[in-house]
C-alpha cells in the first residue's frame, strides 16, 4: 500500500507546484485518483483553477468538499468520497467550457485513514 506522500510525489513531476500545492491536469487527476482508490486512501477535497501564462485563476465554481462525508466505516468513507470526487472530475471533463479554456488543473487534498480516525476521535471528545 502507498501512502499519502507517496502518491503524491509520484505525481509531483506531472504538475505544477505553487509552494506546498500541487496543480495537476484533469487527466493526471483522474490517475491520481485511481491510484488514492486503490491504496484506500480519500480524496477529500478538489479545487479547480485556469493555468494561463504561467498564472493560476480560481474557479470558484469548481469547488467539491467532501470532508464532511459521514460513514462509520473507513471503507464506506473512502467509497463516498471517492465516488463523489471521481464524478465531479468527470464532469469537469465533459464540461464544454472548461475543456474549451486554456488549462484546467485542480488541486486534490487527500485524508488518509489514520488522520480520519484521529479527526473521528476528536470529534467525539468535542460531543462529549
Sequence with gaps: MLTESEITDRFRPKGTKRGEELFLSLSHAVALLEL?????????????????????????DQIA????????AWDSFVRICNDSAQAFLQSLCSDSEVVSESEVVVTVTTLSQANWRERSERGSERDQ
Design 36 to 60: 488514492c482508490d486503490r491504496n484506500s486512501i480519500a480524496i477529500i477535497g478538489i479545487e479547480g483553477f485556469f493555468l494561463r501564462d504561467g498564472d493560476l485563476h480560481p474557479r470558484l
Design 65 to 72: 468538499d467532501y470532508s464532511s462525508a459521514v460513514a462509520d
